[in-house]
T-cell receptor
Framework: DAGITQSPRHKVTETGTPVTLRCHQT?????MYWYRQDPGHGLRLIHY???????DKGEVSDGYSVSRSKTEDFLLTLESATSSQTSVYFC???????????FGEGSRLTVL | QKEVEQNSGPLSVPEGAIASLNCTYS??????FFWYRQYSGKSPELIMS????GDKEDGRFTAQLNKASQYVSLLIRDSQPSDSATYLC??????????FGKGNQVVVIP
């Protein structure tokens, strides 16, 4: 157990509304990641963080922003949700010495 | 964009048989590779890590890495119904990121 919790686990929202997903870790890992997973596309990196206030874009970052004001929390924000952002979102942490990623339980987001 | 490809379709194997999964990667600089298992509706779970050429065995799982040919494989021996899942291959590249393949579904038939 890598001590990662995601909230909310399930959310249904309407197009155009803002949504924030939270990832919380308890083990002081420096690197944290947000992925989305869709049928036919696999896991795709949205944004990642390498420290407090240090973030960078992944391959599918359009329409998403992130913030990391504390080591333990990494927030993913959809400023104005669209139906194409309906997906399962996974947060992960990396053990830097091995490169191993460990995932949270996922947040299923439906945008109507 | 770094790519990891898993091209095989769903794999059905009889219980007790060997399941063989393959993936290829594009970045010759990648040094670390991983296999994840994902049950339906669950998050990916790390089952194997491999860093050097050759084979690495862990229980019924064997990972194989061939850097010259840029492929990674996973063998599941004595397949069990509990092995029915989607298996994801991943490779590590610059800036501490992992690129994932799209996954291969394995169905073990009792």
């Amino acid at each position: 157990d890598a001590g990662i919790t995601q909230s909310p686990r399930h959310k249904v929202t309407e197009t155009g509304t803002p949504v924030t997903l939270r990832c919380h870790q308890t083990e002081n890992h420096r690197y944290m990641y947000w992925y989305r997973q869709d049928p036919g596309h696999g896991l795709r990196l949205i944004h990642y963080s390498y420290g407090v206030k240090d973030t960078d874009k992944g391959e599918v970052s359009d329409g998403y922003s992130v913030s990391r004001s504390k080591t333990e929390d990494f927030l993913l924000t959809l400023e104005s949700a669209t139906s194409s952002q309906t997906s399962v979102y996974f947060c992960a942490i990396m053990l830097l010495d091995t490169g191993e990623l460990f995932f949270g339980e996922g947040s299923r987001l439906t945008v109507l | 964009q770094k790519e990891v490809e898993q091209n095989s379709g769903p794999l059905s194997v009889p219980e007790g048989a060997i399941a063989s999964l393959n993936c290829t990667y594009s970045d010759r600089g990648s040094q670390s590779f991983f296999w994840y298992r994902q049950y339906s509706g669950k998050s990916p779970e790390l089952i194997m890590s491999i860093y050097s050429n050759g084979d690495k065995e862990d229980g019924r799982f064997t990972a194989q890495l061939n850097k010259a040919s840029q492929y990674v494989s996973l063998l599941i021996r004595d397949s069990q119904p509990s092995d029915s899942a989607t298996y994801l291959c991943a490779g590590r590249y610059g800036n501490n990121r992992l690129a994932f393949g799209k996954g291969n579904q394995v169905v073990v038939i009792p």
